[in-house]
C-alpha cells in the first residue's frame, strides 16, 4: 500500500478479522479525483453481495469541487472488482450465521483505487473488553522495558 485515502478504525475493534481480501472499485470519472483528494470516508461503508457480484455501500466520496455535471450521488452503491473464486468463497462464509464483509481502508495502488476488505465475525461486548485488556497490557511492558 503507498498511500492510505482512509481507514475504518472502528472495523478491528468491531470484528475478529478472519480474511483480507484486495479489491478494485467501478468509479465514474470525477469519483477517482475525489478520492485522490482524501475526500473519501469508510466509516458507515459495509459489502453485500448480489446475483455473483460484490458491492460497497454507504461509502462516501465527496464531489469533485471542480467538477462539473457528471458528479454522481456521493453515497451511491459501487462495484467492486474481484475474482469469481473470490466472490464464490465470500459469498458461502456470508451464508454463515455471524460473518460479514467489512470495508478496512481505500488506498492507491499502482495509480489504481483499491480497497482493503475483510471476512470479519462480530465481537461480543466481553470479546471487546478483553482485547481491551490485552492491548494495555502490551503497552505496559513495553514501557517496563523501555525504563529498564
Do not use: C, W
Not at 475493534?13 to 473519501?40: D, N, P, Q, R
Not at 462516501?60 to 455535471?69: A, C, F, L, Q, T
Not at 462495484?79 to 470495508?103: C, F
Amino acid at each position: 500500500m503507498s498511500k492510505v485515502f482512509a481507514k475504518n478504525k472502528k472495523a478491528r475493534h468491531e470484528y475478529f478479522i478472519e480474511e483480507t481480501y484486495e479489491a478494485g472499485i467501478e468509479l465514474k470519472g470525477t469519483e477517482v479525483k475525489s478520492v485522490k483528494a482524501g475526500k473519501v470516508s469508510v466509516k458507515e461503508a459495509f459489502v453485500d453481495t448480489k446475483n455473483g457480484e460484490v458491492f460497497v455501500n454507504n461509502m462516501h466520496i465527496s464531489p469533485y469541487k471542480e467538477g462539473n455535471i457528471q458528479n454522481v450521488d456521493p453515497i451511491r452503491r459501487r462495484k467492486l472488482l474481484l475474482h469469481k473464486n473470490e466472490i464464490n468463497k465470500l459469498v458461502g462464509k456470508v451464508t454463515q450465521a455471524g460473518y460479514t464483509i467489512v470495508v478496512l481502508s481505500v488506498y492507491d495502488k499502482n495509480g489504481l483505487i483499491k480497497l482493503e476488505i475483510a471476512l470479519a465475525k462480530g465481537k461480543k461486548l466481553h470479546d471487546k473488553r478483553e482485547t481491551i485488556k490485552n492491548k494495555e497490557a502490551k503497552r505496559a511492558i513495553e514501557r517496563a522495558i523501555k525504563n529498564y
